[in-house]
C-alpha cells in the first residue's frame, strides 16, 4: 500500500512518523475499550442463557417451536432498529452516551424478562433488549477503534466480540447452575440478573472519556486533542494522529465498495450458520443422541469455552498475522467443520441417536466450527466494519452493518427448526457449509489487508480508483 501513496500525501508522512514512536498498548485506551466493551458481555449474556430459558418457558408457558423461534428471533429484529438508530444516535450525543442508553434499555428489557408473567410480557422485555442490542453492537467496536493506535486496533475492536463470547459462555454455566431450581424461578433469575450489570454500567460509562474522533469532528478540537494525548503512546503521535483526523473530516471519499465489503462480511457472519449452533445448541445435541438435560447443558458449556478461548486467542493474532490471512483460514475451516457436521448429524439421526461415533463427530465438529468461527470471522467482521468506513460515515456506516448483521442473525435463528424440519438438522448445516464455501471466495477477491494502518490510511485504500482487484500476499488494491 505504501508505494501506492506518494507525494505530499499526509497518511504517508503519518506512517513514517508512527513508525518511530513507541509501539506498546496504550494502558488507558485499553481500559477505555474495555469498559466500552462490557455492554457485550451483557448481550452474550443474555444470548447463552436464553438457550437454556427456553427449555424451562417451554414447560411453564407451554409455548410450541414457532413461538419460541418468535421469542429467540425478536431480539434480532428489534436490534435491526436500534441498530438503524444508534448511527445517528451516536452522531449527535456522542459514542459514550449511546453506550449509558444501550444499557438502560438492557437494564429495562432485563426487568420485563425476570418478571415474565406470560409471553406477551416475555416478548416485550426481549424486543426491549433487542434495542440495546442494536446500540451496543454498533457503537462498542466504533468506540474501541476510534480510541485505539493503528498497531493496536485489532487488539481493542476486537474486545467487544470477545466479551460477547465470554457472556455466552456465563449464560451457560448459568443454565448449568439455575436448572436446578424450581421450574417457576429458574429461568426467571437466570433472564432478570442481567439487569444488574447493566445498571452498573449504565453509571460507570459516564467516567470514559469521549471519542476524541468524535469531538474533533464536533469542532471540539482542544477536548479531541487532550484526548488524544491520554491515548496515543507519545506526544509526537497524538499530534500526527490530531492533524490527520482534521484532514480525514473533511475527506468525502467514494465509498461504495467499502459499503459492499462492510455489508458482505456481516451478512456472512450469520449467513454461515453460527447462530444456530450458539442458540439451539441443546436440541442439536439431543437429536445427535444426548438425552439428559445436565449433559445437553454440559456439553453446550464446551461450545461458550471453545468460543471464548479462540476468540482470546484471536485478539493477540489480529495485529500480528493480519485480517485478510486470519478470516481466509478461518473460512476455510469452517466450510470443513461445517461439512463434518452435517455428515455426522445426518448419521446420527438416522440411526435414532444410536450411533456412537456419529454423537462424537457431531460435537468434535461442532466445537470445531465454533473454534474456527471465532479466530476469525466472529471478530473480524467487527474490527473490519469498524474500521473501514470514514471519519464522517463511520457511525451511520456501522450502523448499517450491524442491521444486515441482525436481520441475518434473525432469519438463522427464527428459521432453523423449521428449517431442520424441511431439509432435517444434517441438511441445514450442509447448506451452512455451501454459504461458507461463497463467502470465501468473497472475502478473498474484495477484502484488502487492513493490518498496521491508520484509519485515516484504511480511507485512502478504500478510496483509490484504481485495480480493485486483491492481490498478493497482503491483499493490496
Known amino acids: 500500500m505504501a508505494d501506492q501513496i506518494s507525494g505530499d500525501n499526509p497518511t504517508e508522512k503519518t506512517a513514517e512518523k508512527l513508525s518511530e514512536t513507541p509501539t506498546g498498548v496504550n494502558r488507558y485506551a485499553l481500559q477505555c475499550a474495555i469498559v466500552a466493551s462490557i455492554v457485550s458481555i ?62 438502560v434499555l438492557f437494564m429495562l428489557g432485563s426487568i420485563l424478562m425476570g418478571w415474565g408473567p406470560s409471553y406477551p410480557v416475555l416478548l416485550t422485555g426481549r424486543c426491549t433488549a433487542g434495542l440495546g442490542v442494536g446500540f451496543a453492537l454498533m457503537v462498542a467496536p466504533v468506540y474501541s477503534a476510534e480510541i485505539a493506535t493503528a498497531s493496536h486496533r485489532g487488539l481493542l475492536a476486537s474486545l467487544p466480540h470477545l466479551c460477547i463470547s465470554i457472556g455466552i459462555l456465563l449464560g451457560y454455566l448459568v443454565n448449568y447452575f439455575f436448572s436446578k431450581l424450581p421450574l417457576h424461578i429458574g429461568w426467571r433469575l437466570m433472564l432478570g440478573i442481567a439487569a444488574i450489570p447493566s445498571l452498573v454500567l449504565a453509571f460507570g460509562i459516564l467516567k470514559m472519556p469521549e471519542s476524541p474522533r468524535w469531538l474533533i469532528l464536533q469542532g471540539r478540537l482542544g477536548e479531541g486533542k487532550r484526548i488524544l494525548d491520554l491515548v496515543s503512546n507519545s506526544p509526537e503521535e497524538a499530534q500526527v494522529r490530531f492533524q490527520d483526523i482534521k484532514i480525514a473530516a473533511g475527506i468525502d471519499p467514494q465509498i461504495r465498495r467499502v459499503l459492499l465489503t462492510a455489508l458482505g462480511i456481516h451478512f456472512f457472519q450469520h449467513a454461515t450458520g453460527i447462530e444456530a449452533v450458539l442458540l439451539y445448541g441443546p436440541k442439536i445435541f439431543k437429536r445427535a443422541g444426548i438425552t439428559a438435560k445436565d449433559k445437553l447443558f454440559l456439553v453446550t458449556i464446551g461450545v461458550g469455552i471453545m468460543k471464548t478461548t479462540f476468540i482470546f486467542t484471536a485478539t493477540f493474532l489480529l495485529d500480528k498475522v ?126 484488502p489487508e487492513t493490518k498496521g494502518k491508520s484509519l485515516e490510511e484504511i480511507e485512502v485504500l478504500f478510496q483509490r480508483d484504481g485495480d480493485h482487484k486483491v492481490r498478493g500476499e497482503n491483499g493490496t488494491v
Open 322 to 447: 493480519g485480517r485478510r490471512k486470519l478470516l481466509l483460514t478461518s473460512v476455510g475451516g469452517m466450510v470443513c467443520a461445517l461439512t463434518m457436521l452435517g455428515f455426522g448429524l445426518t448419521m446420527a439421526q438416522n440411526s435414532g441417536g444410536k450411533l456412537a461415533w456419529a454423537l462424537v463427530l457431531s460435537i468434535v465438529s461442532a466445537y470445531s466450527f465454533v473454534a474456527v468461527f471465532s479466530i476469525g470471522l466472529g471478530p473480524i467482521t467487527w474490527v473490519y466494519s469498524s474500521e473501514v468506513f470514514p471519519l464522517k460515515l463511520r457511525a451511520q456506516g456501522a450502523s448499517l452493518g450491524v442491521a444486515v448483521n441482525r436481520v441475518m442473525n434473525a432469519t438463522v435463528s427464527m428459521s432453523f427448526l423449521s428449517l431442520t424440519k424441511a431439509i432435517t438438522t444434517g441438511g441445514a448445516f450442509f447448506m451452512f457449509a455451501g454459504v461458507a464455501a461463497v463467502a470465501w471466495n468473497f472475502f478473498f477477491f474484495l477484502m
Open 42 to 103: 451483557i448481550f452474550g449474556y443474555d444470548t447463552g442463557v436464553m438457550s437454556g430459558a427456553m427449555v424451562f418457558i417451554e414447560e411453564e408457558l407451554k409455548t410450541n417451536d414457532v413461538q419460541i423461534e418468535v421469542l429467540t428471533g425478536i431480539l434480532n429484529l428489534c436490534a435491526l432498529v436500534g441498530s438503524l438508530l444508534a448511527g445517528r444516535t451516536s452522531d449527535v450525543i456522542g459514542r459514550r452516551y449511546t453506550i449509558v442508553l444501550a444499557s
